[in-house]
Each structure stands twice: as structure tokens, then as C-alpha cells.
């Protein structure tokens, strides 16, 4: 199946963008058509499949910076999709779109191990950031090294945590926020820190936050006696030791 390719260039810029390759999954032609005309004087390289399916072959076969990914989609759903993704190895960042924005909703595509969650309507400059976002923690490259803290094993160039004996793959977002918990412990990391190491500037609403603190404590805390990430009320969170209060 050949993709729907669109590339555009303007020479006449003098100040060019870095451009990006990104894969569109949506099958609401309106929506897809206001992203392309925002995306164009970008010059970034778009790829484009109007259903679940096909946005999921396109997504194995082609390299791309990242992913733009409708949850309710025909023939395969969002959801479905970025898991099935994942469960193949593409790491690939994806940002899911979405008319849902309940507590619920967020979570369960975090728990499809999306990299981020967009509300429809929304502002594209806004999606066009955390885009950039994404890419550039992907892109940003870290040395063959590992963090300790505790019991907590974080190898840094394949985003494994391992916790007595278990080994657990963590999405983008979820490895930095352990990162920046792990470097400061065991003092607090503000709620501004982490979202600057999230998303820069464009901070996004404060239940996306919390629904990857969720997320994160469920994978590392939840099986174990004792519980690593806290809640400091009203400031931040932190790692604390074994033993510690």
C-alpha cells in the first residue's frame, strides 16, 4: 500500500525548520485537512491513512519522527494501534488525538503507552510543540549508562527499569520524569521541573501530569512492600529510600 505522501518546500525562507517526518492517522477529513495546511509552510514530510490499519502497516514499514493518532478510528482504533505498535518494538513517539477527556480516557492511553494526549479541539502551535517536544527527547541521545537509586536499576540508553529482579520498558514520558526523581533524589523535583522536561514551555493540563505519575507508580511501586514515589503535597514528588518516612 503506497502512502499518501505530501512534502513542501519554500525556498524563499531564509530561516529554515528542522524538518520532521511524520505519519497521520485520522479519519476525520476536516480535522486531517487543517493539520496538512498548518504543517505545510513547516516544510515537514507527512505521511496520511484515513483508518487504524493502514496508519498501522504504514507505521512498521516507514521511519518516522513521530506519530499523530486518532483514538476512534475504522477498522482498527487508536488504542489498539499504539499498543500493537509497541508490542512490535516501534518506539516511535506517538501523540494521540482524542474528542474524550475524562480522567479514564487519559489513562487508558497512557496505558496503551502513548507519549502524549491531545484534546480535540486543539490548538495546533500547541501540537506542533509537543511534537517537537517528543522529538527531541527521542532524538536527544544519552550514554550507555545506568542510574541507581535504591532498589531501582534505570539503564539510560534503552529505558528499562529493573526492580528486584524484574525488568519493565518504560515509554518516553514516563522515563523522564524517573530521570529527573532519580538525579535530585532524595529531594523533591517541583511540578514545573518535571513539566519543563516534558513539554518546554507549553505546559498541558495538570490531570496529563498526574495520569503519568499514575501511570509510572503502577509500574514501579505497586507490586513491591515499599513505595519509591511520593506525593509532596501542593509542590512536587520524590524518590524515598527504604526505611525513610
Not at 504543517?39 to 519522527?65: C, P, R, T
Not at 521541573?193 to 498541558?204: F, K, Q, S, Y
Request: charged share 30%; glycine share 6%; with cysteine.
Amino acid at each position: 500500500m503506497c502512502p499518501i505522501r505530501v512534502t513542501f518546500n519554500f525556498l524563499f525562507f531564509l530561516t529554515v525548520e528542522t524538518t520532521m517526518k511524520l505519519l497521520l492517522v485520522e479519519d476525520h477529513k476536516d480535522i486531517a485537512g487543517v493539520i496538512f495546511d498548518y504543517f505545510e509552510i513547516k516544510g515537514y514530510v507527512l505521511d496520511y491513512a484515513n483508518n487504524g490499519l493502514q496508519g498501522y502497516e504504514l507505521a512498521k514499514s516507514e521511519h518516522y519522527d513521530a506519530i499523530i493518532l486518532d483514538v476512534m478510528l475504522p477498522k482498527m482504533d487508536g488504542l489498539t494501534v499504539c499498543k500493537s505498535l509497541r508490542d512490535d518494538g516501534i518506539d516511535t513517539p506517538i501523540l494521540m488525538l482524542t474528542a474524550r477527556d475524562t480522567k479514564d480516557d487519559i489513562l487508558s492511553g497512557f496505558a496503551h503507552l502513548a507519549d502524549d494526549y491531545l484534546v480535540k479541539p486543539f490548538d495546533l502551535e500547541i501540537l506542533d510543540s509537543r511534537l517537537q517536544a517528543l522529538v527531541r527527547r527521542r532524538k536527544g541521545g544519552v550514554a550507555n549508562r545506568t542510574m541507581t537509586f535504591g532498589n531501582l536499576v534505570l539503564d539510560m540508553s534503552t529505558r528499562v527499569l529493573q526492580r528486584e529482579g524484574g525488568r519493565y520498558s518504560l515509554n518516553p514520558s514516563q522515563y523522564t520524569i524517573l530521570r529527573c526523581l532519580m538525579q535530585k533524589a532524595p529531594d523533591v523535583v517541583s511540578k514545573d521541573e518535571i513539566c519543563d522536561a516534558l513539554w518546554g514551555d507549553e505546559e498541558p493540563d495538570s490531570k496529563v501530569l498526574r495520569s503519568h505519575i499514575y501511570q509510572l507508580r503502577s509500574l514501579i511501586d505497586r507490586p513491591f512492600e515499599h513505595a519509591y514515589l511520593k506525593t509532596v503535597s501542593k509542590v512536587g514528588y520524590r524518590l524515598i529510600a527504604e526505611g525513610e518516612e
